[in-house]
């Protein structure tokens, strides 16, 4: 359905302008994807072997180049936008930045849904500001074994603590944010990945949706792949065991896999590059701001729609009135 390289290298050179520079009468054309993801900065205070985020050194967008995206991603009426990183609870604006992105876009037209993808080290007083303006919060546990979980998240001997107790500040505190329990699974927490739910012991505390993950070989993880990568087979193996645990707590479970990476992502970066994955690697494509600012249209075609949207819906549901969850195609 898709060649992005081959869009980029044939692509003409002119384009009808984006929406936002498009005169008020004329057919508007969209640039982005319905779905992106923000990463303002790839600095964190945990040091995980796997991070597949950027690079923690890279410098930090600027509050005002980040507050351009806002603008951008709001003028392009995007759906939904996950900010992560690095750990964006490091933004002491992260509070404004989220209100902004997503306010509503017009009397009675909801904004885009806002997923914040953090570690869960941030203090409680600090969340509290933060999850007013949320739809969804994205937490990790990586194991039921202790020795297992600190040997993924390493930065922080109580990480795992933190994370119980900022969920079930989460769930009392603001029920109508969804909870998102992410694992990665590697070679060093295989063994006790499934049954990470067992550290929730009371249902109403579990997680809406808990997707577990085959560890990307992208920046870090591509320079620990020695010790991460699991053998064929054996990521399925722990996908079959958590399966069975989701559906003994009745809890919704998703899988990523590697293999259904390319065409899901767009994301903009820290040093305000957009980037796409395209046959399962990163691939810079520009700057976001000069490509958006000339009407590169292309850039929308740079993923494709629907598995972009599928990719996001399926991990954060729109919730139906009986609490079901019901990955509402028509609403996204
Ligand atoms: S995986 Fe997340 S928490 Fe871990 S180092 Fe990377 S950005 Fe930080």
């Not at 869009?7 to 520079?21: G, I, K, V, Y």
């Not at 993801?37 to 967008?61: I, S, V």
């Not at 039921?144 to 390493?154: K, L, S, T, V, Y």
């Not at 249902?203 to 591509?222: C, H, Q, R």
Request: proline share 8%; with cysteine.
């Amino acid at each position: 359905m898709r060649s992005p390289r081959l869009q980029l290298s044939s692509r003409p050179q002119l384009f009808a302008p984006c929406l936002e520079l498009a005169p008020p009468m004329i057919q508007r054309q969209r640039c982005l994807p319905d779905y992106v993801d923000f990463r303002p900065l790839g600095r964190c205070n945990l040091d995980c072997l796997f991070c597949y985020g950027p690079r923690h050194d890279l410098p930090t967008m600027g509050e005002d180049d980040a507050f351009r995206v806002v603008e951008i991603l709001r003028a392009e009426r995007v759906k939904g936008v996950v900010i992560s990183g690095g750990e964006p609870t490091l933004l002491p604006y992260l509070a404004r930045l989220a209100a902004a992105l997503g306010a509503p876009y017009a009397p009675g037209e909801p904004g885009p849904k806002i997923v914040l993808s953090t570690n869960g080290l941030a203090p409680i007083p600090t969340m509290e500001k933060i999850l007013p303006h949320l739809s969804w919060i994205a937490l990790p546990l990586e194991s039921a074994d202790p020795g297992e979980h600190a040997a993924m998240r390493i930065g922080h001997a109580r990480h795992r603590e933190r994370v119980i107790a900022l969920l079930g500040q989460a769930r009392r505190s603001h029920p109508s944010v969804g909870i998102k329990l992410g694992t990665v699974v590697t070679r060093l927490n295989a063994r006790g990945a499934d049954r990470v739910l067992d550290l929730i012991e009371d249902d109403p505390f579990l997680p809406d949706i808990w997707k577990v993950y085959e560890m990307s070989e992208t920046n870090y993880g591509a320079d620990n792949r020695h010790l991460l990568a699991l053998g064929p087979g054996e990521f399925e193996e722990v996908v079959q065991r958590c399966s069975k645990a989701a559906a003994d707590r009745g809890v919704e479970l998703r899988v990523y896999r590697n293999s259904t990476r390319s065409g899901n992502y767009f994301f903009v970066d820290p040093d305000g590059g957009a980037v796409v994955i395209d046959d399962g690697e990163e691939r810079r494509l520009g700057s976001f701001f000069e490509l958006y600012e000339r009407g590169e249209g292309w850039l929308r075609d740079c993923v494709e729609g629907d598995a972009n949207a599928a990719n996001f819906t399926s991990t954060y549901p729109t919730w139906s009135p009986t609490g079901s969850p019901d990955a509402v195609a028509a609403a996204t």
